[in-house]
């Protein structure tokens, strides 16, 4: 079996070192062997983009000796080579506007070093502008721009700092729009997608792929690809696990796969994720390890968005594109940092229903959800999950609430009684953890139930009053026949 490319980013060096590629250069082929343009893709991290551009940058360097054995080989494709400007703004974000303008400057100018040429312009985008004008007396210029919104995500919890930064950013990106006629491609990619009027604005000949169909499946790994270039591993996995093939294929689905970016129906895993399951042999959490952004974690708990409300909710494609950093809200941040994806999309009312795209990321962010909603120590979740746990299994609905109290304890006193939604993000996210299918606000011909606990041998029906008694909701559960 061939290597994971783990630690490997460039495309380049992943085929010298002979590391494993999933080929995606058919797709690839349609969008470089078209007219050209300036393209856009958002994705989650760890999912590929990376690798991606530094693919781009090989085929449009003309370095047809790399692709030999992959599809685009195959497909009729003028190997020209075309000058390159690749810009990575991933450890370029700066905590102000004037540090962002002095690293892309450095960017921009590493660029020109490595062409071998000078620069006289001040300013960024000046610059910028001026690189892509001398290159193009070598050729059409292809521009690749890797994390576009890191300075801008870097910064989300200072909005006087952002506001400085999208306005530079809109500077330095409508230079691609100016310098149209130099250009040959061009492409960016990111994680969120900023309302166009925010940074987009000058550059509105722009084409998003992001939920285009046709490239739903660029990057991750579809169930064709994962037994095609896994299978082996697959087996060998089976073998250690002590099961059958079939069994470990539907583990792995459960834990890695699951994320959807279009309307149609196809679904990919996260390739990082796969790739260190099966180098490690073990079945855990690689995606998270990074950690859940605090500013995250802030909007749940300003009550913006219900977790066990999310499966009713149906929302507009609107809510893909409408991250603004006047006004964060929770759900397309959720979504466009891959915590969240497409579960449902209906043709007839255009609408999608959003959910975790697999055990990886939902018990993952669960944990660190119980962790900061309830004040309990990193690490400490999992001891106090088994009594409830143990409790519920036993049908002893006293213990499981007296553990259950572990979970509100601690909750600062900060925090307003009157916000439910804090209360109801805590209880849901306990069950998740435990593994337990937790439905709320079931409905029924008599009302809504808070929620509904399913165990393996047991149904609970769960009534909650925030002021209320116990009595009160027994009795509202004997009255409507829940």
Not at 316 to 335: G, H, I, M
């Amino acid at each position: 079996m061939k290597p994971y490319p783990l630690s490997v980013h460039t495309f380049e060096k992943l085929i010298q070192d002979g590391c494993l590629y999933v080929d995606k250069t058919a797709q690839i082929h349609r969008l470089v062997s078209g007219p050209g343009g300036a393209f856009f893709l958002s994705r989650p991290r760890r999912f590929g983009k990376s690798l991606l551009l530094s693919t781009l940058k090989a085929i449009f360097l003309g370095k047809r000796e790399l692709f030999r054995g992959l599809a685009i080989e195959k497909l009729a494709y003028e190997w020209k080579a075309h000058p390159v400007i690749h810009l990575d703004l991933g450890d370029r974000q700066g905590s102000s506007a004037a540090l962002l303008e002095r690293l892309l400057t450095e960017a921009v100018d590493d660029s020109a070093a490595g062409h071998g040429v000078g620069l006289s312009r001040e300013g960024a985008a000046s610059r910028f502008r001026e690189l892509i004008g001398k290159l193009a007396a070598r050729g059409k210029v292809v521009v690749l721009i890797d994390e576009y919104d890191k300075p801008i995500l870097g910064n989300i919890e200072n909005t006087a700092v952002v506001r400085e930064i999208q306005a530079l950013l809109k500077g330095f990106y409508s230079v691609l729009k100016s310098a149209d006629e130099h250009l040959r491609f061009a492409f960016l990619t990111g994680v969120s997608k900023f309302s166009k009027v925010s940074v987009f604005s000058d550059l509105n000949n722009l084409i998003d792929l992001s939920m285009d169909p046709a490239y739903a499946d660029l990057l991750g790994c579809t169930e064709e690809e994962l037994e095609t270039y896994f299978g082996e591993a697959l087996r060998a996995l089976a073998a250690r696990e002590g099961q059958r093939y079939e069994e470990v294929l539907e583990k792995v689905r459960g834990w890695y796969n699951g994320y959807r970016f279009s309307e149609a129906p196809g679904r990919v895993y996260n390739p990082v994720s796969l790739m260190s399951l099966l180098a490690q042999g073990k079945f855990k959490n690689y995606w998270f390890e990074t950690g859940t952004p605090k500013f995250l974690i802030d909007l749940l708990k300003r009550g913006q968005l219900s977790l066990a409300e999310l499966p009713a909710l149906a929302v507009s494609e609107r809510v893909f594109s409408a991250y603004d950093v006047e006004r964060v809200e929770a759900l397309p941040l959720l979504y466009q940092t891959g915590y969240l994806t497409i579960q449902h999309y209906d043709p007839m009312s255009m609408t999608y229903r959003l959910d975790f795209p697999n055990q990886e990321v939902s018990r993952s962010f669960s944990e660190c959800l119980a962790e900061s909603y309830s004040g309990i120590g990193q690490g400490m979740v999992e001891s106090h999950l088994q009594r409830i746990r143990r409790a519920l299994d036993s049908g002893d609905v006293d213990g499981a609430m007296e553990a259950l109290k572990v979970f509100f304890a601690n909750i600062p006193y900060d925090i307003q009684l009157s916000n439910e939604r804090y209360y109801q993000t805590i209880f849901y996210v306990v069950f998740l953890l435990l593994g337990q299918r937790i439905a709320a606000e079931e409905r029924t011909s008599a009302g809504r139930i808070d929620a509904v606990l399913e165990t393996p041998g047991r149904v609970y029906v769960l009534e909650f009053k925030l002021r209320g008694t116990a009595e009160e909701a027994l009795a509202q559960i004997r009255e409507r026949k829940y």
